[in-house]
């Protein structure tokens, strides 16, 4: 039997190769595609960082030429924007702007405090498509000189954490019979000046207060007569003191256990020194009511020799506190007629009185934000004073406190107050707008609060009591 075998043709085989080979293209036209945009997309990003690396780059350059200038002039930090020229082997401010590469750089200063100021360092720049793209960089930057020439009144960073929460970490005991007068921070080592009930008692201490919330003194002196006042510089020193024979003593603080009194100087009169200021090697000392110059300007380039430069009579009758801030002395007085008083200051040999202004009390407490925008504090308010026109002074603004404020200090927004006020010794303000300063928080100590610094977010407060030292920050 034969068996027979059919053909089968297959229909439309080549049609399907076609089609096949359609899809087949078109699948590698769009991998090809793909493949493409990515390459693209790679380099546009690759572009991308690398812009935006020299942007980085450009911005940080910024800051460290605002650190070339301060460390050569921290005058030439004016507040305002700014471009940059490097030139002559020293960066410069030139324009409102300056540019490299398609990258324009804008630097902003602005005053946060006594020689401290804010930087911003700003970079603009454009893509391809067009995008505004833009990278800041921040920093703080301080006077260096200033640090040395004001012993670093106010220094360091700027409040953290709840300031309207403020808490105590430590506080020092003097001992029965003592009461501090003043005090000075320099890294966390406090100097504190007092009145003892006995001349043989100590009236100079120094503090660790490395630990806040647990500060002991290293050493004491026994000066004699007490002190009033304190402020430190390099490596010394120099306070205010009740002995007619020496208004002014120096003491070498270069071996904190061991300070020793090396030099001081007679003020002509019988009229305590009350209140004494260093800057860039001249000591400023107010001295109370009676005394033939209530204004001295002393020499102390020399610590060991110090001679008297200069003086003013007839200034505020008696004075209380004293602040120089370049070329200016501001003085807190007892003349109710023009209670605070600004001398210039620039020669010392002959300072003379640039204006005043009659707050209708006498002025305790003085600190200057900058040479236009003073902060007093008399018997009953605090004040700011607009001092642009040192010849015509105005009140930007004002607060009831109820008794005298005696000492000031103020870092970025707020202002820190030591007061005689009995139920609120210590206060802390906003004066973040100047016409409507606004109480915070404040504390009740044993005694009047005499002195205050700041350092580093925590403030230092002496008291009029053997529980001389208060030691206070901010809640996290």
Same mark, same amino acid.
């Given at each position: 039997?034969?068996?027979?075998?059919?053909?089968?043709?297959?229909?439309?085989?080549?049609?399907?190769?076609?089609?096949?080979?359609?899809?087949?293209?078109?699948?590698?036209?769009?991998?090809?595609?793909?493949?493409?945009?990515?390459?693209?997309?790679?380099?546009?990003?690759?572009?991308?960082?690398?812009?935006?690396?020299?942007?980085? @780059?450009?911005?940080?350059?910024?800051?460290?030429?605002?650190?070339?200038?301060?460390?050569?002039?921290? @005058?030439?930090?004016?507040?305002?924007?700014?471009?940059?020229?490097?030139?002559?082997?020293?960066?410069?401010?030139?324009?409102?702007?300056?540019?490299?590469?398609?990258?324009?750089?804008?630097?902003?200063?602005?005053?946060?405090?006594?020689?401290?100021?804010?930087?911003?360092?700003?970079?603009?720049?454009?893509?391809?498509?067009?995008?505004?793209?833009?990278?800041?960089?921040?920093?703080?930057?301080?006077?260096?000189?200033?640090?040395?020439?004001?012993?670093?009144?106010?220094?360091?960073?700027?409040?953290?954490?709840?300031?309207?929460?403020?808490?105590?970490?430590?506080?020092?005991?003097?001992?029965?019979?003592?009461?501090?007068?003043?005090?000075?921070?320099?890294?966390?080592?406090?100097?504190?000046?007092?009145?003892?009930?006995?001349?043989?008692?100590?009236?100079?201490?120094?503090?660790?207060?490395?630990?806040?919330?647990?500060?002991?003194?290293?050493?004491?002196?026994?000066?004699?007569?007490?002190?009033?006042?304190?402020?430190?510089?390099?490596?010394?020193?120099?306070?205010?003191?009740?002995?007619?024979?020496?208004?002014?003593?120096?003491?070498?603080?270069?071996?904190?256990?061991?300070?020793?009194?090396?030099?001081?100087?007679?003020?002509?009169?019988?009229?305590?020194?009350?209140?004494?200021?260093?800057?860039?090697?001249?000591?400023?000392?107010?001295?109370?009511?009676?005394?033939?110059?209530?204004?001295?300007?002393?020499?102390?380039?020399?610590?060991?020799?110090?001679?008297?430069?200069?003086?003013?009579?007839?200034?505020?009758?008696?004075?209380?506190?004293?602040?120089?801030? @370049?070329?200016?002395?501001?003085?807190?007085?007892?003349?109710?007629?023009?209670?605070?008083?600004?001398?210039?200051?620039?020669?010392?040999?002959?300072?003379?009185?640039?204006?005043?202004?009659?707050?209708?009390?006498?002025?305790?407490?003085?600190?200057?934000?900058?040479?236009?925008?003073?902060?007093?504090?008399?018997?009953?308010?605090?004040?700011?004073?607009?001092?642009?026109?040192?010849?015509?002074?105005?009140?930007?603004?004002?607060?009831?406190?109820?008794?005298?404020?005696?000492?000031?200090?103020?870092?970025?927004?707020?202002?820190?107050?030591?007061?005689?006020?009995?139920?609120?010794?210590?206060?802390?303000?906003?004066?973040?707008?100047?016409?409507?300063?606004?109480?915070?928080?404040?504390?009740?100590?044993?005694?009047?609060?005499?002195?205050?610094?700041?350092?580093?977010?925590?403030?230092?407060?002496?008291?009029?009591?053997?529980?001389?030292?208060?030691?206070?920050?901010?809640?996290?």
């Amino acid at each position: 039997m034969s068996m027979s075998i059919k053909k089968v043709k297959l229909i439309g085989n080549k049609g399907q190769t076609m089609v096949e080979a359609l899809v087949a293209i078109g699948v590698f036209l769009v991998s090809i595609n793909a493949i493409v945009f990515l390459i693209f997309a790679a380099q546009s990003i690759s572009q991308d960082t690398k812009i935006n690396q020299e942007a980085v @780059n450009y911005a940080s350059e910024g800051i460290e030429a605002i650190r070339s200038i301060r460390n050569r002039s921290w @005058n030439e930090l004016t507040d305002g924007e700014h471009g940059l020229i490097f030139s002559g082997d020293q960066w410069s401010f030139s324009g409102a702007s300056d540019s490299k590469n398609n990258l324009t750089r804008k630097i902003t200063v602005a005053t946060q405090a006594n020689d401290v100021k804010n930087i911003k360092s700003l970079i603009t720049w454009q893509t391809e498509t067009p995008r505004p793209q833009k990278i800041e960089l921040v920093a703080i930057v301080t006077n260096k000189q200033a640090a040395i020439e004001n012993g670093g009144d106010g220094g360091g960073a700027p409040p953290t954490g709840n300031w309207q929460a403020p808490q105590t970490l430590g506080s020092i005991d003097l001992g029965a019979g003592n009461s501090a007068t003043d005090l000075d921070v320099k890294n966390k080592i406090v100097y504190l000046t007092s009145e003892a009930s006995a001349v043989a008692k100590p009236d100079f201490f120094i503090v660790n207060a490395t630990d806040g919330q647990n500060p002991f003194i290293i050493s004491s002196l026994d000066i004699g007569a007490g002190l009033k006042s304190v402020d430190i510089a390099g490596g010394y020193a120099f306070v205010a003191s009740k002995d007619d024979d020496k208004e002014l003593i120096v003491i070498d603080i270069s071996n904190s256990s061991a300070p020793v009194e090396v030099a001081s100087l007679n003020l002509t009169g019988s009229a305590n020194a009350l209140t004494i200021f260093y800057r860039n090697s001249y000591v400023y000392i107010g001295r109370a009511d009676g005394a033939p110059q209530e204004f001295s300007i002393i020499n102390v380039s020399n610590p060991l020799s110090p001679f008297l430069v200069s003086g003013l009579s007839g200034v505020g009758d008696e004075i209380n506190d004293i602040y120089v801030l @370049n070329n200016r002395a501001y003085l807190g007085t007892e003349d109710a007629s023009r209670g605070m008083i600004i001398i210039d200051v620039a020669n010392p040999a002959s300072p003379s009185i640039m204006g005043s202004i009659n707050v209708n009390d006498d002025v305790y407490g003085i600190y200057p934000l900058s040479e236009d925008k003073i902060l007093a504090g008399e018997k009953t308010k605090f004040y700011i004073i607009n001092a642009s026109n040192a010849s015509s002074m105005t009140i930007s603004g004002s607060v009831l406190i109820n008794d005298r404020t005696r000492d000031i200090v103020s870092v970025g927004s707020l202002a820190f107050l030591a007061t005689e006020n009995p139920n609120a010794e210590f206060q802390i303000y906003d004066i973040s707008n100047p016409a409507s300063p606004f109480l915070w928080n404040s504390f009740n100590f044993p005694q009047t609060a005499t002195g205050i610094d700041y350092e580093n977010n925590i403030v230092y407060v002496s008291v009029k009591s053997n529980d001389g030292l208060r030691i206070i920050t901010s809640t996290p």
